[in-house]
Nanobody
Framework: QVQLVESGGGLVQAGGSLRLSCAASGSIGSINTMGWYRQAPGKQRELVAHISSRSTTTYADSVKGRFTISRDNAKNTVYLQMNSLKPEDTAVYYC???????????WGQGTQVTVSS
């Protein structure tokens, strides 16, 4: 089993910053992809960013230049540094992990990010 525990969400004013963390435990393997998705009320869950175990990154166009994803393989932890936050970034942010060779990945419980205007 895989467990993902997120932290770092909260309320921030537009233009502010937050840093999300997600610690993984269990059978995650040494090769995996970790990432962050978000879901705003009434909208579908969407990719924010993901990072491979070799630190290859992918970002949604809406967050490029503002968000940075990183990982610490020794701690099995992925981070999302969010700068220049906008009200439209308000959503529940979910951590995601997919071990190599696994079709369906694992999700965290989600952490709320609210950006006030």
């Amino acid at each position: 089993q895989v467990q993902l525990v997120e932290s770092g969400g909260g309320l921030v004013q537009a233009g502010g910053s937050l840093r999300l963390s997600c610690a993984a435990s269990g059978s995650i393997g040494s090769i995996n992809t970790m990432g962050w998705y978000r879901q705003a009320p009434g909208k579908q869950r969407e990719l924010v960013a993901h990072i491979s175990s070799r630190s290859t990154t992918t970002y949604a166009d809406s967050v490029k230049g503002r968000f940075t994803i990183s990982r610490d393989n020794a701690k099995n932890t992925v981070y999302l540094q969010m700068n220049s936050l906008k009200p439209e970034d308000t959503a529940v942010y979910y951590c995601y992990l997919r071990p190599a060779g696994v079709v369906i990945g694992y999700w965290g419980q989600g952490t709320q990010v609210t950006v006030s205007s």
